[in-house]
Every structure is written in structure tokens, then in C-alpha cells.
């Protein structure tokens, strides 16, 4: 398959290595422009945002909300045919406060509404570290989970094989306004779980609780004196989150 994606960041390159680690096909870019990807060792072709949108199946957008504006000409010149694939998490201390989501929007709901048309959310509720080296052949025992929403069944189900390939199982989280379920502060969120343990935890989710969680899991891994392991991190995020 041929994949476009914006964004090099951890989550964007680790996809794209991944990706052509699988044989696909793969252009890069950086929505600062392509400068902004000179001297970096990436996987795949490094293009401008325009050239990451023409003649592919697959678009995947992995930079932060404020920069999403800048491309949504990049999505206009895209086929429908195309699946667009959101990665994002909103976190109002490092994007700036967005009123619509603070007063309930959803998080890829307000992304889709930015970039003028659907998407499919997933790649977000596992951390940087997970997804590079957790993955794992289909039917091991205690394969870790990545969750996956969106409305359009076809193009949510191309996503789900994709992830697959990479290592990892998948739950359909639902619809996109559904999505909420797999943001930051749920029991879904970072927390390296099976498929079984996926499910339960997106039903166990709280959507006024969730903003509340996550600030209390930013404070903790920001404090001063804060030291953590990836296993650490889990750990705190299922404590938090789950209570």
C-alpha cells in the first residue's frame, strides 16, 4: 500500500518505520515544511505536505492540533477513496486551550471538523515506546491492544489490518464520536492491554471524569523530582485512570 504521512514527530516516524518495515510505501512530511526534516534519518521518502497527499491510500495525520489548519488544503486535494487516519491527543497544556473540546466536543471529532472530512482516530492510546517495541506475531499470548474508531466500516477495518501487521490486536472503539472512550484520562489510555482487557476498559470509561485524570497524570509526571520508566508510566496510568 502507499501511505502519506504528516508529521515526524516519535509517533509518525515510528509508523513510517514500521510501515516500510512491511514493505509498504512511504512519504513523510513535515507541516513546518520540508526543511524542517533536513540532517533527520527517516524511513521513506521526506516530501512537502502537498506531495504526502497525492497518489496514496492512506493518510496519516500525527502532528499537534494547532498545526492542523495548515494542511486542511492538503486534505481538500485528497481522493475520498483515501483513509485519513488522526493520531492526536489533546492535552490543553501543551496545545493551548480549545473551547470546543473543554466544553465537550470530542477530541477527533473537532480534528475532522479542522481538516474538512471524516477520519479514522487510532494510534493514540498506546505510548511511543509501546508501539516501536511491544509488538508482537498475531495469536501470542498477552498481545497488547490498540484501539480504533471511526464511521466508516471499510476504512476502519483497512486501519485494523494494518495494525495488525504491526504487531498488534485491535478493539473497534465504535464511532468516532464514540472515540472519546481511548483520549487521555480512560482506563484505554497507555495502558498496554489485551484485546479482553481493551473492551472492558473502553466500556469502564467516564467522559466527565477523563479531563480530571489525565491533568492529575500530567502533574505527577511533571513533578521535579519525577523519574519514570515506561513500565512506571503504565503502571501509574492504569492506578489513575482506573480510579
Known amino acids: 500500500m502507499k501511505f502519506g504521512i504528516i508529521g515526524a514527530g516519535n509517533i509518525g516516524s515510528i509508523i513510517a518505520e514500521k510501515l516500510v518495515a512491511n514493505g509498504h510505501e512511504v512519504k ?3 507541516a513546518r515544511g520540508i526543511k524542517r526534516l533536513e540532517g533527520k534519518e527517516l524511513p521513506g521518502k521526506k516530501v512537502t505536505v502537498e506531495e ?3 497518489a496514496i491510500d492512506v493518510l496519516i495525520v500525527s502532528i499537534p492540533l494547532h498545526a492542523l489548519p495548515s494542511i486542511r488544503h492538503v486534505l481538500a486535494s485528497v481522493g475520498e477513496e483515501v483513509v485519513v487516519v488522526d493520531t492526536s491527543n489533546y492535552y490543553p497544556q501543551r496545545d493551548n486551550k480549545i473551547e ?3 466544553k465537550g466536543t470530542v477530541e477527533s471529532v473537532w480534528v475532522s471538523k479542522q481538516l474538512g472530512r471524516p477520519v479514522i482516530k487510532a494510534f493514540n492510546n498506546l505510548l511511543a ?3 516501536q517495541n511491544e509488538g508482537t506475531p498475531e495469536g501470542t499470548r498477552g498481545r497488547i491492544a ?7 466500516l471499510s476504512k476502519k477495518q483497512i486501519v485494523m489490518e494494518i495494525v495488525n501487521e504491526m504487531g498488534f490486536d485491535t478493539v473497534d472503539s465504535g464511532s468516532l464520536e464514540d472515540s472519546w472512550r481511548q483520549q487521555p484520562g480512560t482506563p484505554a489510555y497507555c495502558t498496554e492491554l489485551t484485546k479482553e482487557e ?3 476498559a473502553l466500556k469502564k ?3 466527565d471524569k477523563a479531563p480530571l485524570l489525565r491533568d492529575r497524570a500530567i502533574e505527577k509526571l511533571s513533578a521535579p523530582t519525577s523519574a519514570f520508566s515506561i513500565k512506571d508510566v503504565v503502571h501509574m496510568n492504569r492506578e489513575i485512570y482506573n480510579s
Open 100 to 102: 470546543e473540546i473543554e
Open 146 to 152: 490498540m484501539a480504533i474508531a471511526g464511521d466508516d
Open 198 to 200: 481493551l473492551a472492558e
Open 129 to 131: 515506546s509501546t508501539l
Open 205 to 207: 470509561a467516564d467522559k
Open 28 to 30: 513523510i512530511a513535515d
Open 52 to 54: 504526502a497527499g497525492i
